[in-house]
């Protein structure tokens, strides 16, 4: 049987990267162009962007470079997609204050590249969020000020992308991925503007993750439960090391390994406000973020979550 093959059965393995995930079966997409469905185990372990050996029925799969997880609201931990590169943080006038923050740095505790999408560059209020966003982020990550909908200032991302990047969109619901989705990559086809009505039907729809292959080159994931969410969850520590404009003057070294930041004694960001190398509105962001990230973990802990 498939599970007796040893290495030198006339069936060979073959590489391949999986390309979607429906749950009880994945497409492989191998380097000759050839794509198969070989089937899993619900709870397999295998996501979207995992390279895999493919032996007949058998997946074995090979170490990855990257994870990305999210946390759903039951406290559940899932591998959202592997292997990817870049993180794209949509964001659109009303999004939420802190969410930029939050974003980067669950990318670089994931290792991946941020980069900020400003959406709906159509609309007037957009002016003054890209303004401010630029003056604040300019030197940390890139920022693309772009309009999904009416499909202009694309190319910057489109090139950013061509450079080979593996990447997802994060934001809240209603910036607009979809229709970016659709903007970068028409195959893809996704409703737009019809989140609510869908998360109403909660988990009778299914949920299929893709990887997507541009034109111009690059690839993007889509997975609708990750599209989705709003918040990312990351831990004190993880702030306090990654928080931007703090990451950019180079390792922190305060007297204390796990220093927040707050009011230690010897605490280099407090110095580095001090000289106004940091600037106090920044700093007071950081700040506020810890308070809140302080009281989720809290409201984790109390759930039962592991940290
Ligand atoms: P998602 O929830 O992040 O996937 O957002 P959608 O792509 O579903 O878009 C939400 C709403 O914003 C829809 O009504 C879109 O038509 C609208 N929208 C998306 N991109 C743009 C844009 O560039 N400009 C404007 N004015 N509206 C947009
Ligand atoms: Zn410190």
Redesign the pocket.
């Known amino acids: 049987m498939a599970n007796k093959l040893k290495k030198n059965d006339s069936i060979e393995a073959s590489r391949g990267l999986i390309t979607a995930h429906h749950g009880v079966e994945v497409e492989v997409a191998f380097a000759t162009g050839k794509r198969r469905m070989v089937r899993v185990k619900r709870n397999s372990g295998h996501v979207v962007g995992d390279e895999v050996e493919v032996t007949g029925e058998i997946l074995l799969r090979l170490p990855r470079r990257t994870e990305l997880r999210r946390r759903d609201g039951g406290g559940g931990i899932h591998l959202v997609a592997a292997n990817l590169d870049v993180l794209g943080i949509?964001v659109?006038p009303n999004s939420q204050a802190g969410f930029i923050d939050r974003a980067i740095v669950a990318a670089r505790v994931a290792e991946l590249h941020p980069f900020v999408v400003v959406?709906?560059?159509?609309?007037e209020d957009t002016a003054l969020l890209l303004a401010g966003l630029s003056r604040v982020y300019a030197g940390a990550v890139s920022v693309f000020p772009?309009?999904?909908?009416?499909r202009t200032g694309l190319e910057p991302l489109v090139a950013y992308l061509s450079q080979g990047h593996r990447g997802v969109f994060v934001?809240?619901?209603?910036?607009?991925?979809?229709?970016?989705?659709?903007a970068l990559c028409p195959a893809i086809d996704?409703?737009?503007?019809?989140?609510s009505e869908q998360s109403g039907l909660g988990r009778h729809t299914t949920t299929v993750s893709t990887l997507h292959a541009l034109a111009g080159g690059g690839e993007l994931v889509d997975t609708p439960g990750f599209?989705?969410f709003g918040l990312v969850d990351i831990l004190t520590d993880e702030l306090a090391t990654h928080f931007p404009g703090f990451e950019e003057h180079g390792h922190l070294r305060c007297h204390f390994r796990d220093c927040r930041h707050r009011t230690e004694p010897g605490c280099a960001v407090i110095k580095l406000v001090e000289q106004e190398l940091i600037p106090a509105d920044r700093y007071a962001v950081y700040l506020e973020l810890l308070g809140e990230v302080e009281s989720d973990q809290r409201e984790a802990r109390s759930r039962g979550w592991k940290n």
């Open positions: 949509v659109a959406n709906k560059c159509d609309l772009l309009s999904a909908k009416e934001g809240a619901s209603g910036v607009g991925k979809s229709s970016l989705l659709n996704l409703k737009v503007g019809k989140l599209r989705d």
